[in-house]
């Protein structure tokens, strides 16, 4: 088993492990078992009853977190023309077809998030090995490959997230930094809530959402009372 530092350890004792704690009082409780010296990321591990070697029980989507990530999210568009420049316009950070290509094949990575039109694709495809593995490639089902380039990469920088279910049927999502107030914390968890609750697959029988959990970087999770947490979901739509 992994071991953990004094720090971790400490901050650990602070969490009962056999309580499920409502949302507001999970925060409360993450602000005060942080020990980094930086502004932590808060993750949500949602694990759920999918059987994702199945096709039909993929879990993935998109959530629009009304307070933002507060992160930096650095835009790559592969546009030309007009679109292009809609894409300049929009906030991307940066702008290209060939070139970036080109750039990529030798290498460079350094952004966070891909798009594209869709007749750009011929030329971006070739970079799939390279950019899927990464899960950095354009995708329809991620909404990074539209004619409406400027409205995406909008969307891209105030604060949407892509989530997908992994192998183990759970489903990791960064929703802010802990620095955020506590009703921003709440309204991006409930927007996560509400598009993870749309996302589930019609072939899922029984209870979909089985166990949910928030962390802060490198601090232990708290693990979260489903009915409160769920009910977020409504109360925001």
């Known amino acids: 088993m992994p071991s953990h530092g004094k720090k971790y350890i400490e901050a650990a004792k ?16 993450l602000r ?3 020990y980094t010296k930086f502004d932590p990321t808060i993750e949500i591990h949602i694990r759920t009853s999918v059987d994702p070697r199945h096709a039909d029980q993929m879990v993935r989507g998109l ?4 307070a933002g990530t507060g992160k930096e999210v650095r835009v790559l568009a592969f546009a030309q023309g ?16 060939q070139d970036m290509v080109q750039k990529i094949e030798g290498g460079w990575l350094e952004f966070d998030v891909a798009v594209a039109t869709p ?11 390279i950019l899927g593995r990464r899960g950095l490639m354009p995708n329809p089902k991620a909404g990074t490959i539209s004619f409406e380039i400027g409205k995406v990469i909008k969307e891209v920088k105030a604060g949407r997230v892509e ?5 183990t049927a759970v489903i990791h999502v960064p929703i802010g930094k802990l620095s955020f107030t506590d009703d921003q914390i709440a309204t991006n968890l409930a927007s996560l ?3 993870v609750i749309r996302a589930k697959p019609s072939g899922v029988k029984g209870q979909y959402i089985q166990t949910i959990a928030m962390a802060s970087s490198m ?11 769920m009910a977020l979901a409504s109360a925001g739509a």
């Open 63 to 66: 959530a629009v977190l009304p």
């Open 82 to 97: 007009d679109k292009a420049r809609e894409a300049e316009q929009a906030g991307a950070t940066y702008v290209g077809a």
């Open 119 to 129: 007749d750009m694709m011929g030329m971006v495809g070739k970079l799939g090995k």
């Open 163 to 167: 989530f997908r279910v992994d192998k």
């Open 193 to 195: 809530m509400d598009a």
């Open 219 to 229: 601090s232990p999770s708290v693990r979260l009372d489903l009915q409160p947490t």
């Open 32 to 34: 005060e078992i942080s």
């Open 14 to 29: 602070k969490v009962d492990e056999d309580k499920l704690y409502p949302p507001s009082d999970a925060i409360k409780l």
